[in-house]
């Protein structure tokens, strides 16, 4: 979850103009179907961190069958215009957005069926202590199902660097070998874990068509022209990495194990 500063009014309006009203990741329905699949939400309790406008979360309960949804951001912003969606679509008693703080979630434990999150926790810097709440929140047995951006296991690269900057996001990129590592430690097993990095590099080229010729104008008329050049800018600039491999989306699926106690597991 990124800090509250960091998605501007024109940054989140530009980010829906690429990936669909509701999104501020790319992927759409798709991408949030290939996260969850083998997975039923059907009758379950989900938990998804990172909510932002709440799109996704419509399809968690109308798309996939979950029953009840409860989703957190620390931007309450964002969250305010979830819930007016919420609203809108008529499923506020299934949809309950809650504006949180960074750190542990304010949840009891063994509370949810799955926990549901996509390209969020790539702004968290202590990926042990997020897995171990995590854990924690699911039931045994509940399932992670996870999206988020990855690197790569080589040294950053000056274009990153610079993508970075112009972005203007606090990212904390691991790879995903090291995600799996975590998440074993953390409590969870049957971790399975997906590349993505060839699709996005594909996807890329919709991305930048978006930004170009007549959408492109429709852009500046829809919030300004330094706002449309500062997002052009960058999605140039996040191509270059993509193609180097330094920035990859990923899927992660995992089950969390029972938690055994100190008496059992010195027995």
């Not at 501020?24 to 961190?49: F, N, Q, R």
């Not at 969606?85 to 703080?101: G, I």
Request: glycine share 8%; hydrophobic share 40%; charged share 20%.
């Amino acid at each position: 979850m990124a800090a509250d500063h960091e998605y501007s009014d024109s940054f989140v309006a530009g980010l829906q103009w690429m990936w669909g009203e509701g999104f501020l990741s790319p992927g759409g329905a798709e991408e949030v179907a290939l996260i969850l699949e083998g997975i039923d939400l059907t009758g379950c309790h989900v938990l998804d961190i990172g909510c932002g406008l709440g799109g996704i979360d419509l399809l968690l309960v109308e798309q996939h069958g979950a029953a009840k949804v409860t989703a957190v951001d620390v931007d309450a912003s964002l969250i305010n215009q979830a819930r007016a969606l919420a609203q809108a679509k008529d499923l506020a008693d299934r949809l309950d957005f809650q504006t949180v703080t960074p750190g542990v979630l304010p949840y009891h434990d063994n509370t949810f069926d799955v926990v549901f999150t996509k390209d969020s926790l790539v702004h968290v810097s202590d990926k042990a202590a997020c897995y171990a709440d995590i854990h924690r929140l699911l039931k045994p047995g509940g399932r992670l199902a996870m999206g988020d951006w990855f690197g790569s296991d080589n040294i950053v690269t000056p274009e990153m660097q610079h993508w970075l900057t112009i972005v203007g996001l606090d990212f904390k990129l691991g790879t995903l070998n090291a995600a799996k590592a975590l998440l074993r430690a953390a409590g969870f097993n049957d971790i399975h874990t997906r590349d993505r990095h060839h699709w996005y590099a594909d996807y890329m080229a919709e991305e930048l068509a978006t930004l170009s010729g007549r959408s492109y104008a429709l852009l500046e008329q829809k919030i300004g022209p330094e706002a449309a050049r500062q997002r052009r800018d960058s999605s140039r600039a996040k191509q270059v990495v993509v193609d180097q491999g330094q920035l990859r989306p990923g899927h992660i699926q995992a089950t969390a194990r029972p938690a055994v106690t100190r008496r059992q597991s010195q027995e």
